[in-house]
């Protein structure tokens, strides 16, 4: 159960803000932010704040209930604490209400609009950009946006379109839409089994390793680990071999 209510008291006045929330834990957490950075809509509580220190406050949790009932607890502890009349605390509301679908007024939405619109806001909250690139994959179009969440569709540089989250691209989590490794895991077999590697010139005729290894009468990819192991080629590793063999032979 995470829904519950709330206290945040002045330990020498013992003035205190009464709140509920569906998260307690992370509503304490985001009055602790907003408090640090001057930012909290209760102008009350953050002068209080700047003046005292965050020392002087204590954050804790009255109880836990339901979802349906934390607005009822929380006005039975608004009414027992007093906290909305100012000699005893913080709250500006006398009634325990929830914001939860209050329709926001046109010219808040419309200055909102013209915040995200400028280009040096999008700039600091770092938001993504169509064009840019993360390794093979350019971000086109924006598909979905969530809280601090954006899928965008991506083209990838084999031509193959594919959604992603912008963070696992900018955490290097995602460099393409799977091609990348589709390529680096058949360069690994190739060289591994030497399936397309051929030896014309030292046995006349179009073989791969494990070929070769079975005529010279080797261990499984023991020309591959010699060859990877030196840093030559294939053919020099079998080159290596065959002479190997004749000295021993001689």
């Not at 003035?15 to 932010?33: E, M, N, P, Q």
């Not at 594919?162 to 990348?180: E, F, Q």
């Amino acid at each position: 159960m995470k829904a519950g209510v709330y206290k945040i008291t002045h330990k020498e006045s013992s003035r205190c803000y009464i709140g509920s929330a569906l998260d307690v834990h992370h509503r304490l957490k985001t009055h602790k932010w907003l408090l640090r950075n001057k930012r909290h809509a209760n102008v009350l509580l953050q002068n209080s704040y700047n003046k005292h220190g965050e020392d002087s406050f204590s954050f804790s949790i009255l109880l836990f209930c339901s979802k349906n009932d934390r607005l009822f607890y929380e006005q039975k502890c608004l009414d027992g604490y007093q906290t909305y009349v100012k000699e005893f605390g913080y709250n500006i509301r006398r009634v325990a209400e929830s914001n939860s679908g209050v329709p926001m007024h046109p010219n808040t939405k419309e200055s909102i609009r013209k915040m995200w619109l400028d280009p040096d806001f999008r700039k600091r909250r770092n938001v993504p950009e169509a064009g840019e690139r993360h390794g093979r994959l350019v971000l086109i179009e924006l598909r979905e946006k969530t809280a601090g969440s954006y899928t965008w569709l991506c083209k990838c540089d084999c031509g193959k379109e594919y959604l992603k989250k912008v963070a696992c691209l900018r955490k290097g989590m995602t460099t393409s839409c799977g091609c990348y490794n589709s390529e680096m895991s058949s360069k690994r077999r190739k060289e591994k089994t030497g399936v397309i590697t051929t030896f014309v010139e030292l046995f006349g005729e179009r073989i791969g390793i494990r070929e070769a290894e079975k005529r010279l009468g080797i261990g499984k990819n023991v020309i591959a680990r010699k060859a990877r192991v030196k840093k030559i080629t294939l053919q020099e590793a079998t080159e290596y071999f065959i002479n190997f063999k004749r000295k021993k032979s001689l």
